[in-house]
Structure formats: C-alpha cells, structure tokens
C-alpha cells in the first residue's frame, strides 16, 4: 500500500536534514523540495532570482520570505507533489509557516508532520566543516564521517566535490546564529499544533534514520 506523507524537516544548519530527507524520498517515492538546493542552482544559473539570492546566502543569512514563498508555490502543486512531499530548509520564519499552511489550504492538502532533527552546535560546525558534495549528481560526503573513496571524486558519477561556499568558518558561524532567532521559534509552533517530532540527530545517518522512520511510524528496511 502507497502511503501519501507531507512532511517538513526541520533543524539547524548541518542537522542533516538533506540527508535524512532524501532517505524519506526514497521510502516515500514523495517528492524533495529543498530551498537551499533550489536557490543555489538558481545562483548557479545567474537567474534574477539567484542574483538576488546570492548577496544573502553569501552572509549566511535568510533570503526573503516572498522569494521562498514564490518559489515553493510553484513546487508544491506540480505533479510529483500528489504522492507527498518532504520540504528540507522551509519553513525558515513565522511568515513562511503561515504562508505554508495558507498555499496548503489553497491546494486541499494538510501537513502530516514535522521532524526536527536535533544537533547540538559543536557537532553542526564538524559536519559542516567537512561536507563536501558532488558538482554532477548533488552527493553528499563527509571527510570523516562519510568519504570518497578517492579523493575530490565522486564514487556515484566521477563528478568533482566541491566545498559549499557558506561552509566557511564565519558563515557558518552567522547561520547558527539566524536559525536560532529567526528558525528555532518554529520548533514551539509545531510542537503547540501538535504536528512536532524531535528526533537525537546524533549518531551516524544510518541511526538517525531510524529515529526518523520510527517517529513516522515506518519500517527501517
Ligand atoms: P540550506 O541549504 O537549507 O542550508 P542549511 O539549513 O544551513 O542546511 P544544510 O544544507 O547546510 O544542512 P543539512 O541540515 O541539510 O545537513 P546535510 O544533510 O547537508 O540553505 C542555504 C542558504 O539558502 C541559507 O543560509 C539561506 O541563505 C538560503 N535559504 C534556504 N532556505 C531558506 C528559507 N526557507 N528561507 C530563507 N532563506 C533560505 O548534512 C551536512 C553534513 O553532515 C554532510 O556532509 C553530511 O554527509 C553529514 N551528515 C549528515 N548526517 C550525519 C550524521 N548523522 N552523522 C555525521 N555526519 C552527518
């Protein structure tokens, strides 16, 4: 039996919410909606929205919320939505949980849950550190806990890793610091709707992703 599950992952930066989302996509055949990933292919491309994009992500801070809201809008009622979705980096803000709730509404849907993965602040800034990804394929890997094995290629396309631009030291620094005034706030929201799970993001993915599947009520295999 097809299960349909609208879920939103939700963290501080380098959670590993990417991670576990596309392990959720995977399981679910739902569709993956990240913002980050969205915006950085629309830097990428040098699109008008990727140059407005640029300036904030470069400072690790929140684009604004018309732009995401915009973008996620166009995402959400295309087809591959229909068989669920799991939305990794938004909400972000207040403004973009209610204009969440508001284009769900609009499209006869409703939010299943949202799993906050929970990292404390020294784990974030080693998995951050040591991130790299693939400029073909999106893969991703870390230094210590997950690496190519050959160095700077990767094992799935051959493709070059790359390093993220705001994986730097005080970007990242500036990016904890905006998700816990500006995205932490949602964690209260969602546990107060009653849609909230948190789940010990520590441990490798493989555990993590336990934890997930269980608080979702799915099998691990
Ligand atoms: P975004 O790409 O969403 O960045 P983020 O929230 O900071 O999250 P990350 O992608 O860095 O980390 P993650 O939690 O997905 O962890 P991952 O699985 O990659 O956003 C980037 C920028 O875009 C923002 O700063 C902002 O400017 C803009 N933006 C995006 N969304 C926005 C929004 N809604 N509103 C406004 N602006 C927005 O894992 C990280 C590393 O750890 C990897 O190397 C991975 O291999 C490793 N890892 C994962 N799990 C584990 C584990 N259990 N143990 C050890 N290592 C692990």
């Given at each position: ?27 679910l ?10 915006l ?65 509404r609009n ?13 404390p ?21 870390h ?8 160095e ?14 705001d994986?730097k ?37 493989d ?5 997930v ?9």
């Amino acid at each position: 039996m097809s299960v349909v599950v609208r879920v939103v992952v939700l963290g501080p930066p380098g959670a590993g919410k990417g991670t576990q989302a596309m392990f959720l996509k995977e399981r679910l055949g739902a569709c993956h909606i990240s913002t980050g990933d969205m915006l950085r292919r629309a830097v990428n491309d040098q699109s008008p929205l990727g140059l407005k994009a640029k300036k904030s992500m470069d400072k690790g801070k929140l684009v604004s919320d018309n732009l995401i809201l915009e973008l996620i809008g166009k995402h959400l009622s295309q087809e591959d939505c229909k068989r669920g979705f799991v939305l990794d980096g938004f909400p972000g803000t207040r403004p973009q949980a209610l204009g969440l709730e508001k284009l769900l509404r609009n499209l006869d849907l409703q939010l299943d849950r949202v799993v906050f993965i929970n990292v404390p602040r020294d784990a974030i800034i080693c998995r951050l550190a040591g991130r790299r990804t693939c400029e073909k394929c999106g893969t991703m890997y870390h230094l210590v806990f997950d690496p190519p094995s050959k160095e700077g290629v990767c094992a799935r396309c051959n493709g070059v890793l790359y390093q993220r631009s705001d994986d730097k030291e005080d970007t990242i620094a500036a990016r904890c610091d905006v998700y816990k005034s500006q995205t932490a706030p949602l964690i209260d929201y969602y546990r107060k709707g009653g849609l909230l799970q948190e789940i010990d993001g520590l441990g490798n993915s493989d555990d993590v992703k336990g934890r997930v599947f269980q608080s979702l009520g799915f099998d691990v295999a």
